[in-house]
DNA sequence: ACCCATATTAAGAAATTGTTAAGTTAGTTT
DNA sequence: AAACTAACTTAACAATTTCTTAATATGGGT
């Protein structure tokens, strides 16, 4: 799983800190949601359901314990991984925190090279248990990237490379027209030299296989997938 | 799961501390076993797959570090969780360790109760990823880790480690496409180089012995198990 | 009707995978 | 440690699928 797939929701009374770790971690590719405090947290966990959640143990009102706590009754959540940040020196009780339903500690301050290991650490744990499969649904077809077939009206075809992955191109958003050089320059690579007549060849055999309603041409642009 | 089906490997170079630790695990339930240093570590973890893996830094010949890169060199123990024992003040880097495929520090001296804790901890994680279901059902091939068997309709099929890390790959997601780098990753580990042909004879094998019908080539995509 | 961009077709090129057997390596037994 | 065995890898070639080309057809717009 590439790290644009984990959702980090990171928790914290201080700003800046927010801000630094958040920084870090979106450079990495992670999406990154931010919370300034606990009842907060709970709310956006439940909205966003993250793969990791990242807890600041000292925090007014309701604190990082509290929190844990809290977050553990959704079973939304429940396998949501959970990491208390804790300042070297506050001498808290981990035990407390891992009863709580913790399962990572990591000090502060800490340097970010450190932080990302022990993220990625901690995400690859987490990532058989897998959500929702990459399927997108457009008009009557569905593209299911993973088991690298297309269904239409619950039938399933199978495409080879250049045609799936046009057609995943073209379905990625539709409605849109997509100009040759596009189209090479991601189904092909910007470096590769192919003839004229090639997208039109593959649209061709791409029409004769989910039908030719969908794929309409717009002379002298290029093609779209019209829904 | 219920911590006596939990196996536990402790490596340590102080006998005094294996007992320690090793007591307290054991009087909780855990299947303990004991290495006093990293050669005899790799060759127990082969043998008896432990769902935990705790692992002193600082050991004589063979460091902690050093080992664990050893272990995860095997892909019966990529499901393996490995946490390190550090000595409080040792300013060993953390950083190295992750990369190292660790996936917790733990400080020495600690408090069995904090201990037991963090082993739940750790071991909590372990439990949905589903890998530690010692044996799973994909249409009608069963695969048992534990033993390292395959059955076919009642049939016991004994394969070689290739042969069945590569069918638990694939049958590990049905009907997903496992790429050739997916499948090199996990079968082979990241950083050994073999030919190309290599994974399509183990896939010759492989259908050879559980039948032709189960696994399907994707062409410049990869392999997937449909069921 | 003419032009131009696209459509269609089939052939053969290119790329990928399948198969086989022999060569290596690793693990076990004696 | 030598001999044996099973497992794994390599390499050459075959088979297959996919991709591209090129030649020709079609069809809307001016």
Redesign the interface.
């Known amino acids: 799983m590439k790290p644009g797939n984990y959702r980090i929701l990171l928790v914290d009374d201080e700003p800046d800190i927010l801000e630094f770790i958040g920084y870090n971690l979106t450079r990495e590719g992670y999406t990154v949601h931010k919370s300034l405090n606990g009842k907060e947290a709970v709310e956006k966990a439940r909205e966003v359901l993250p793969h990791l959640i990242i807890l600041d143990v000292m925090m007014p009102e309701m604190d990082g314990m509290e929190t844990c706590r809290e977050l553990r009754r959704f079973p939304e959540l429940s396998?949501s991984?959970i990491a208390f940040l804790t300042a070297r020196g506050e001498d808290y009780s981990?035990?407390a925190g891992?009863?709580a339903g913790?399962?990572?500690y990591i000090a502060k301050p800490i340097?970010p090279?450190?932080l990302l290991?022990?993220v990625?650490?901690?995400l690859?744990?987490?990532a058989?248990?897998g959500d929702a499969a990459e399927r997108v649904q457009v008009g009557s077809i569905m593209i299911d990237r993973?088991?690298?077939l297309i269904f239409k009206n619950e039938q399933e075809i199978?495409l080879?490379?250049k045609e799936f992955e046009l057609l995943a191109l073209l379905a990625s958003k539709p409605n849109k027209v997509f100009s040759r050089e596009e189209i090479f320059a991601s189904v092909w690579g910007s470096n590769v030299v192919v003839g004229d007549r090639t997208i039109d060849v593959h649209v061709r055999k791409l029409r004769e296989k989910i039908g030719i309603e969908n794929i309409k041409t717009v002379k002298g642009v290029g093609y779209k997938f019209e829904v």
């Open positions: 396998h991984i981990q035990l891992f009863e913790a399962d990572d340097k090279s450190l290991s022990r990625k650490a901690l690859r744990r987490s058989p248990a993973e088991r690298y199978s080879p490379k």
